[in-house]
Structures are given as C-alpha cells and as structure tokens.
C-alpha cells in the first residue's frame, strides 16, 4: 500500500483519475458500503440463528439460504472499489526486476483482464437469472426466487467491468507507459 504524504491535500481519487475515474470510485465505494452493511446484517442473523438452535430449539428459518443469496450480492459489490484503489492482489516476486513501464503495461493488461472477466460475469449472471425466472425457480425453505438474488450481483458485476476497463486507460496513461522525448 502506498502511504499518503503527510500534509499533502488529497482529492480521495488516486492519481491519474478524471471525472469519470471518480465517479466511478464514487459509486463503487457506496456500494461496498452497502455489501458491507449486508455482510453486517448477515453475522448479526447467523449469531441470533445459532443462538436460538441452541438454547431454543428455534433457528431463524432460512437462514443458510438467505446467507447464500444475500452474501453473493454483498461479494459482488466490493470488487470494483477493490481494483480502483488497488487493493487487489498481486505477487510482484515475478514483477520486482521489471522496468515501471513494463510494470505499467503489466497492469494494464490485468485490469484488461478484470474487466473482462467482470463483463463475462455480469453477462452470463443475467442469462441465467433470466432463465431462472422463466422456470421459476425457488429457494427450497423460503420459497424466494432464486432469480432476484442473481440479479442482484448485476450491478457489482457491472462497475467489476467498467472499473477493470477504466483502469486498462489509467496504467497507460502513467507517465511510465507514455513515451515522450526524453530518454527514458
């Protein structure tokens, strides 16, 4: 992680980032919070299920489904903030010798990566939620569709893409990617 300079002002973007860049962070770090507030919400109605099996005889109906469909959501709302800050994982052993440029363009193409893979995973997490709709399925306790809960990672999936691709022109756009007339 990269410490901020004490005593700097800080715009709460990372460099690099226009308007569009933090809009983007805008609206990826609101839904985190809001996945992270699901997950709270989780631990508080898992605590009360277990609690109530064992000294009432009397869980929270439900419960591991609504665990399942509701913690999908919540995942999928914190990769896109995760990217744009640059929280995500990278083993850098393979990267330390490498110039910043090739460094830079490494990232590119990973974000490249993320975003698509963010893309495919939105797609295909539509088709299916479309396709369980149509059948009509439901959860097995609660009787939920299982439809809406899939629809639900849409969003997180969607900003996943756009922050993945977002970043693609962030790292070429560094002034270790873009050649100018000096001797680098």
């Known amino acids: 992680m990269q410490e901020p300079i004490p005593g700097a002002a800080t715009s709460g973007a990372p460099p690099g980032f226009g308007p569009t860049g933090r809009l983007l962070l805008a609206l990826s770090k609101a839904l985190s919070m809001v996945g992270g507030l699901v997950f709270v919400a989780l631990v508080v109605m898992s605590i009360v299920s277990i609690v109530g099996r064992k000294l009432a005889s009397a869980p929270v109906p439900g419960d591991v489904e609504m665990l399942q469909m509701c913690a999908a959501f919540a995942t999928a709302c ?3 903030y995760c ?9 850098d052993f393979f990267t330390a010798r490498c110039s910043d440029r090739a460094r830079a363009w490494m ?3 990973g974000s490249l ?3 698509l893979v963010g893309a495919v995973l939105a797609w295909r997490s539509a088709v299916g939620a479309l396709d369980m709709r149509e059948s009509g ?3 097995v306790i609660l009787g939920w569709p299982v439809w809406l809960a899939q629809m639900l990672m849409l969003p997180g999936l969607v ?3 756009m922050a993945g691709l977002y970043m693609v022109g962030v790292h070429l756009r560094s002034p270790d990617t873009v050649m100018t007339g000096a001797v680098r």
């Open 78 to 80: 914190f990769f896109a």
């Open 83 to 91: 990217h744009l800050v640059g929280g995500d994982v990278k083993v």
């Open 107 to 109: 990232d590119a193409a």
């Open 113 to 115: 990566l993320f975003g």
């Open 137 to 139: 399925e439901t959860s």
């Open 159 to 161: 900003l996943m893409a």
